[in-house]
């Protein structure tokens, strides 16, 4: 399976920075994409970034020009930089392993998760 590196919750004022990761052994292959989610309660989960093997990704509009995904294949391990947070970022994130199905594609029941990091960005 994979792991969020940051468990438990982080805190960080509008304006700041901050990177999760996640550990993601086994998903290196081409036929592979990652992901990040994010959740608040009451809402659906929705998808913040996506990255194929080749580098390609995808953003939802929100956060275009403020996260960046990214992805150490030799390491194993996955990336969100976010920076210029806003208390609207305020989630559960969780990252995601997925077949691609579409260019960098991680469908929301994507079959493999890691366990959320509450991040909170208070104004």
């Known amino acids: 399976g994979i792991q969020a590196q940051v468990q438990g919750g982080v805190s960080v004022q509008a304006g700041g920075s901050l990177t999760l990761s996640c550990k993601t052994p086994?998903?290196?292959?081409?036929?592979?994409?990652m992901g990040w989610f994010r959740q608040v309660p009451g809402k659906e989960r929705e998808g913040v970034a996506a990255i194929e093997r080749d580098g390609k990704t995808n953003y939802r509009d929100s956060v275009k020009g403020r996260f960046t995904i990214s992805q150490d294949l030799g390491k194993n391990i996955l990336y969100l930089q976010m920076n210029d947070l806003k208390p609207t970022d305020t989630a559960m994130y969780y990252c995601a392993a997925d077949l691609c199905i579409a260019q960098a594609t991680v469908r929301k029941d994507a079959p493999t998760w890691g366990q959320g990091t509450q991040v909170t960005v208070s104004s």
């Open positions: 086994g998903y290196t292959a081409s036929s592979y994409c």
